[in-house]
């Protein structure tokens, strides 16, 4: 491999790592501990990268940990949810230097939204005293399906003000920066791959399980995202007889029995009013015994996809984040019983199922690890 090759392969796995020892380097570029010592030096040297510390362990002497330089600029990422504006500035190194949230009712008012969150940007900027021109990229998220090749937002029954707004190319012109654009799910993942506990693992599945039920998945350290951008979309798979119609037209959907609107419908029926999905959760945790029933039948239901999904991906880790898994065992106990009863034994035995470590945060930080993955020194 060429010298230049070598190198472009350890800044990009320092884009995407934020920091790591020269043995980490080695490990994850397959290049030689020599060669990594060598181009270490020569980036160091150009100030392309700075020491950022010891390692924590221990025992045995620390090395030495190593990140992109912080005067190569910073990233910014926008998450759009459906009732909130969230934003953040980070450096190359992973370090997040400012953050912003408002609440609106994003759904119905996209221009309203977009240009609360070209404020916010601005105003994280100013305090992370991060000049525009210094931005390396920028990464946005939508709780929506997206067509990343015609940059579009696509549904007007999940976000109806949205239908075919050409959000990132709209954003991009309030902030005049270049804007790339995902979906909330496919961000969780590439969060939680990054930032959280999918942190080391190549292969992983994320499942937010929040108003709806998404899906975004890491294969060989990549988002995959399909031909058309809807790889994963497991609420849409069949997962009992049920044969309540769903929006997006077919029958019996995972959605339409294990989304947190599912679950409000349900309990709506017996509670006479429409509880909020952090209630529920806050209410299951204290015992309430419907609330726990029903987060309890939707781990049950959940369950069975991620059996589905695991017997055909085979992944390391399934992370379960979105606000439904904030109410922890009550959701995963049962997700991981129905789980076993319906995954093939070699598939089981590889994988283990983990909460989410990122919270609410985890689309954000989401939209700056895109925003890493294409930044930086070429
Ligand atoms: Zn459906």
Same mark, same amino acid.
């Given at each position: 491999m060429s010298r230049t090759r070598s190198r472009d392969r350890v800044v990009a796995l320092l884009?995407?790592? !934020?920091?790591?020892t020269q043995a980490d380097i080695a490990r994850g570029t397959g290049l030689s501990r020599t060669t990594v010592a060598g181009i270490v030096t020569e980036l160091r040297d150009r100030g392309v990268v700075v020491d950022v510390g010891p390692e924590a362990r221990r025992a045995g002497r620390p090395a030495t940990v190593i990140g992109l330089s912080p005067s190569l600029g910073a990233v910014a990422g926008v998450d759009f949810g459906h009732s909130h504006v969230r934003v #953040?500035?980070?450096? $190359?190194? *992973? +370090? %997040? $230097?400012?953050?912003?949230?408002r609440r609106l009712r994003v759904d119905l008012d996209a221009r309203a939204a977009l240009d609360l969150a070209a404020r916010l940007v601005d105003? #994280? &900027?100013?305090? #992370?005293?991060?000049?525009?021109?210094? @931005?390396?990229? @920028?990464?946005? !998220?939508v709780p929506g399906p997206v067509d990343r090749a015609r940059g579009v937002v696509g549904s007007a029954t999940v976000l109806p003000g949205w239908a075919g707004v050409r959000a990132a190319e709209e954003l991009g012109r309030r902030i005049g920066l270049a804007v790339e654009m995902d979906n909330d799910a496919n961000l969780g993942a590439l969060a939680e791959h990054t930032f959280g506990a999918g942190r080391g693992c190549a292969d992983l599945a994320y499942i937010k399980v929040s108003t709806g039920v998404g899906c975004g998945l890491v294969l060989n350290g990549d988002p995959y995202r399909g031909a058309a951008g809807t790889a994963g979309e497991i609420g849409h798979m069949r997962v009992d007889d049920g044969d309540t119609f769903c929006y997006c037209g077919n029958r019996g959907c $995972?959605? +339409?029995?294990? =989304? !947190? /609107?599912? @679950?409000?419908?349900?309990l709506e029926r017996s509670q006479?009013?429409? &509880?909020?999905?952090?209630? %529920?959760?806050a209410q299951a945790l204290a015992? *309430?015994?419907? /609330?726990a029933r029903a987060v309890g039948d939707t781990g049950r239901h959940i369950g069975v996809a991620i059996a589905h999904l695991c017997n055909m991906l085979n992944p390391r880790r399934v992370v379960v984040g979105g606000v439904l898994a904030g109410a922890g065992d009550l959701l995963l106990a049962p997700l991981r019983d129905s789980f076993l009863r319906n995954v093939v034994r070699a598939a089981a035995? =590889? @994988?283990e199922i983990v909460p989410g470590q990122l919270g609410e945060r985890a689309e954000v930080l989401g939209a700056l690890a895109l925003a890493l993955r294409t930044a930086g020194p070429r």
């Open positions: 884009r995407a790592r !934020g920091a790591a #953040a500035v980070a450096d $190359l190194a *992973h +370090t %997040i $230097l400012a953050e912003r949230e105003e #994280a &900027l100013v305090e #992370a005293g991060v000049a525009r021109d210094a @931005v390396a990229g @920028v990464g946005m !998220g $995972l959605e +339409t029995l294990a =989304s !947190g /609107c599912a @679950v409000q419908e349900m006479r009013r429409r &509880l909020a999905l952090d209630e %529920i959760v015992g *309430h015994p419907a /609330c035995d =590889s @994988v």
